[in-house]
């Protein structure tokens, strides 16, 4: 009876010291493990053993990139602006055991760190230059903290200044020539309008003026060639009445009929003295009615 519970308590304690024993490390994460106070070894992902009351393990350290915001700091330009930065610092510990052991509060060091480079980076750049060269700081404090803790077993991989805060004097002066700038843009893109504008429509009558011209040409052209045209055939026909008379052989009757026609012609018009060719004063009844038609004038051409 007594050995049972000898053997039991033993079985007890070895089962406690082995259930003390096992150290499981979850992925991403890693253990420093401490015998009597020297560092033993670290451990990584999967199960481990440990002698209990000799070795002692730490809390588990992230593996993972750590995104670190850190508060506002003050930092004064070139010009003597004082201004309100905070950024954010993206890392990742590299070495587990420099990290136990490099530094005494590496977040609060790493801080510290940042505000301090941030002032010496910003302090030689102008408000301008610091507003407008936020990837030249950031390359620049990256590269800084990098070399610097990387004694500390901790990869800076990103740093960003994440919001610039001038003061509100500032802002109101910085909002008034922006305001002043968009409003000079916005008046040279409306006279760079109204120039387009006036250009098209120069051009524009000038294409219209000049499609006029090419009409007017173009319809006096064909008036031109319509008037010829109408002359030659008038020419023709006319000649060709020539021919058919004269291969007809006309009589006298005839030709004195068509003298008859433009003597007629010749009344019509607006002339005050007819003179009868010889060759029709034979007519009879003619002669005396047409050998001199002199019409009167009003009473107002010769007066008494």
């Known amino acids: 009876m007594v050995f049972g519970i000898v053997f039991g308590i033993i079985g007890a304690v070895i089962l406690v010291f082995i259930f003390v024993s096992i150290r499981i490390v979850r992925q991403a994460t890693a253990v420093i493990v401490e015998r009597l106070g ?16 000799f070795d002692r393990c730490s809390k588990p350290i ?54 301090t480079t941030l002032r010496n980076i910003v302090g030689e750049l102008e408000l301008d230059e610091t507003l407008t060269s936020r990837d030249t700081v950031n390359s620049k404090m990256r590269m800084i903290l990098d070399e610097a803790t990387d004694p500390w077993g901790i990869k800076i991989n990103r740093v960003e200044l994440k919001n610039i805060l001038p003061p509100r004097d500032i802002q109101d002066a910085m ?11 916005e008046q040279i893109l409306k006279a760079e309008g109204e120039k387009k504008s006036n250009i098209l429509v120069a051009e524009g009558e000038k294409q219209a003026q000049i499609l006029r011209a090419e009409a007017d040409k173009a319809a006096k ?7 010829k045209a109408a002359t030659i055939a008038r020419a023709e026909g006319e000649s060709k009445a020539i021919d058919l008379i004269n291969s007809a052989n006309p009589n006298a009757a005839y030709i004195t009929l068509q003298g008859f026609e433009a003597l007629k012609t010749l009344a019509d018009g607006k002339a005050t003295k007819i003179i009868v060719p010889s060759e029709i004063q034979d007519v009879a009844g003619l002669l005396t009615s047409m050998a001199e038609v002199v019409k009167d004038k009003p009473a107002k051409d010769n007066p008494a």
């Open 62 to 115: 992230s593996l993972k990139e750590i995104v670190a915001d850190f508060k506002p700091q003050p930092v004064i330009t070139k010009d003597n602006v004082t201004m309100q930065i905070d950024t954010v610092v993206y890392f990742q510990v590299t070495d587990p055991k420099l990290f136990a052991y490099g530094v005494d509060s590496p977040i609060r060091a790493i801080e510290n760190l940042t505000a």
């Open 221 to 227: 052209i064909l008036q031109a060639e319509a008037d």
């Open 38 to 53: 020297k560092y033993r070894k670290t451990l990584e992902t999967g199960i481990h053993m440990v002698i209990p009351f």
């Open 175 to 185: 909002e008034k020539q922006m305001r002043a700038e968009r409003e000079r843009r």
